[in-house]
C-alpha cells in the first residue's frame, strides 16, 4: 500500500498491541490495506482468501512493512469447513482473536438480465453468506466466551439501486442487515458489530472494473468531496470502529466516500 497510514495516523501507534485480527480478503486492495493499518497500531493479523500464493507474497510483505507477524491462510469463505479451519489455526498459532473483519467479495458489471442464475449466487454467497460464514465461526470459536470486535465491509450500491449492480448491491444489503442483527443478538457478550460501505475508493480491483479509463474523471467530478477516496481512508475508518473511541458503537454503517452516493451517478458504461 503507498498510502500507508502510519505518517499521519491519529491513532496511538500501539493501540493494538496484544490483539489479533482476521481478515477475509485480506491479501489484495482495501482489505490488505485494512490489514496493513492494523498492523501498523500493533496487531498481528490473519489474512485469508482462496489464493494461497497471494496471501503468502501480501503476509510477506506486510510483516516487512509493519514489524508485526502476518499469517495467510487459505480459505474460502463460502466454505464453513475452511472457515472453522481458519479460525482453529488462528487459535492454535495466536491464542486470540479480537477483531475480524468480514472484507472478503466478488463483483463485476452486468445487466441482471444477463446475469446467469449461477452468476447471482456466486456473489451472494461471497459476500452474503461469506459474512455470515466467519462471523458465526468467530463467536462460536472465540468471541461468545471472549467478546470481539466485527467490521463488514459493504458497499452503496443498493442505496440508490446501481445499475449492473444488481447482485453486489443485493449482497450488501443483506450485510447491512445482517451487521444490525448480530449487533442486538451479540452485544450482551460484549461483542460489536459494525459495517463500513467504502464509495469509489482508488487503486482497488473494484474500481479497474466499475470505472475503467476516462470514466474515473466523469465519476470524480461528481463526489462532493471531489476525488475518489485512499485505501488507507478506508483503513482509518476501521481503526476508528474496532478502538476505544467507539466503545458504544454497534449495528451502525459507516458510509466512507466523500458524499458519492448522494450525487454519483451509476456506473453505466455506455453514457
Ligand atoms: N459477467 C457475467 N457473469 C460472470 C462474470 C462477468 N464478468 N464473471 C463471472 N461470471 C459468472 C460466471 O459465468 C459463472 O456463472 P455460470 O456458471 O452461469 O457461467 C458465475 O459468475 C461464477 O463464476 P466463477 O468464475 O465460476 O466463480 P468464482 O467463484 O471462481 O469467481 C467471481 C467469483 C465471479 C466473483 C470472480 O469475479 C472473482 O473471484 N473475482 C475476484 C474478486 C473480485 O471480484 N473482487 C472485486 C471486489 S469489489
Same mark, same amino acid.
Given at each position: !500500500?503507498? *498510502?500507508?497510514? @502510519?505518517?499521519?495516523?491519529?491513532?496511538?501507534?500501539?493501540?493494538?498491541?496484544?490483539?489479533?485480527?482476521?481478515?477475509?480478503?485480506?491479501?489484495?486492495?482495501?482489505?490488505?490495506?485494512?490489514?496493513? #493499518?492494523? !498492523? &501498523?497500531?500493533?496487531? &498481528?493479523?490473519?489474512?485469508?482468501?482462496?489464493?494461497?500464493?497471494?496471501?503468502?507474497?501480501?503476509?510477506? $510483505?506486510?510483516?516487512?512493512?509493519?514489524?508485526?507477524?502476518?499469517?495467510?491462510?487459505?480459505?474460502?469463505?463460502?466454505?464453513?469447513?475452511?472457515?472453522?479451519?481458519?479460525?482453529? +489455526?488462528?487459535?492454535?498459532?495466536?491464542?486470540?482473536?479480537?477483531?475480524?473483519?468480514? #472484507?472478503?467479495?466478488?463483483?463485476?458489471?452486468?445487466?441482471?438480465?444477463?446475469?446467469?442464475?449461477?452468476?447471482?449466487?456466486?456473489?451472494? $454467497?461471497?459476500?452474503?453468506? #461469506? @459474512?455470515?460464514?466467519?462471523?458465526?465461526?468467530?463467536?462460536?470459536?472465540?468471541?461468545?466466551?471472549?467478546?470481539?470486535?466485527?467490521?463488514?465491509?459493504?458497499? @452503496?450500491?443498493?442505496? &440508490?439501486? %446501481?445499475?449492473?449492480? @444488481?447482485?453486489?448491491?443485493?449482497?450488501?444489503?443483506?450485510?447491512?442487515?445482517?451487521?444490525?442483527?448480530?449487533?442486538?443478538?451479540?452485544?450482551?457478550?460484549?461483542? +460489536?458489530?459494525?459495517?463500513?460501505?467504502?464509495?469509489?475508493? *482508488?487503486? %482497488?480491483?473494484?474500481?479497474?472494473?466499475?470505472?475503467?479509463?476516462?470514466?474515473?474523471?466523469?465519476?470524480?467530478?461528481?463526489?462532493?468531496?471531489? &476525488?475518489?477516496?485512499?485505501?488507507?481512508?478506508?483503513?482509518?475508518?476501521?481503526?476508528?470502529?474496532?478502538? *476505544?473511541?467507539?466503545?458504544?458503537? %454497534?449495528?451502525?454503517?459507516?458510509?466512507?466516500?466523500? #458524499?458519492?452516493?448522494?450525487?454519483?451517478?451509476?456506473?453505466?458504461?455506455?453514457?
Amino acid at each position: !500500500m503507498s *498510502d500507508a497510514p @502510519t505518517p499521519h495516523s491519529v491513532f496511538r501507534p500501539d493501540f493494538l498491541a496484544g490483539k489479533v485480527a482476521l481478515v477475509t480478503g485480506g491479501g489484495t486492495g482495501i482489505c490488505r490495506g485494512i490489514t496493513e #493499518g492494523l !498492523m &501498523r497500531h500493533g496487531c &498481528r493479523a490473519v489474512i485469508t482468501s482462496r489464493k494461497a500464493d497471494v496471501l503468502a507474497k501480501s503476509a510477506a $510483505e506486510l510483516e516487512a512493512a509493519t514489524g508485526q507477524r502476518c499469517l495467510g491462510i487459505p480459505a474460502d469463505v463460502r466454505k464453513p469447513d475452511e472457515v472453522e479451519a481458519a479460525f482453529d +489455526r488462528t487459535l492454535a498459532e495466536f491464542g486470540r482473536v479480537d477483531i475480524v473483519i468480514n #472484507g472478503a467479495a466478488g463483483n463485476f458489471l452486468a445487466p441482471a438480465a444477463s446475469l446467469s442464475y449461477n452468476a447471482f449466487r456466486t456473489v451472494m $454467497e461471497i459476500d452474503a453468506i #461469506g @459474512t455470515f460464514n466467519v462471523s458465526k465461526a468467530a463467536f462460536s470459536k472465540y468471541f461468545r466466551e471472549h467478546g470481539g470486535n466485527i467490521v463488514n465491509i459493504s458497499a @452503496t450500491l443498493h442505496y &440508490r439501486g %446501481t445499475p449492473l449492480q @444488481t447482485h453486489p448491491g443485493s449482497a450488501k444489503a443483506a450485510v447491512d442487515a445482517m451487521t444490525r442483527h448480530l449487533a442486538v443478538e451479540w452485544g450482551g457478550a460484549g461483542i +460489536r458489530v459494525n459495517c463500513i460501505a467504502p464509495g469509489p475508493i *482508488d487503486d %482497488t480491483e473494484g474500481m479497474k472494473r466499475l470505472a475503467p479509463g476516462d470514466t474515473k474523471r466523469k465519476f470524480e467530478q461528481q463526489i462532493p468531496l471531489g &476525488r475518489f477516496g485512499r485505501i488507507s481512508e478506508i483503513a482509518d475508518a476501521t481503526l476508528f470502529l474496532v478502538s *476505544d473511541a467507539a466503545t458504544y458503537i %454497534t449495528g451502525t454503517v459507516l458510509v466512507v466516500d466523500g #458524499g458519492a452516493w448522494m450525487t454519483m451517478g451509476g456506473f453505466v458504461p455506455w453514457e
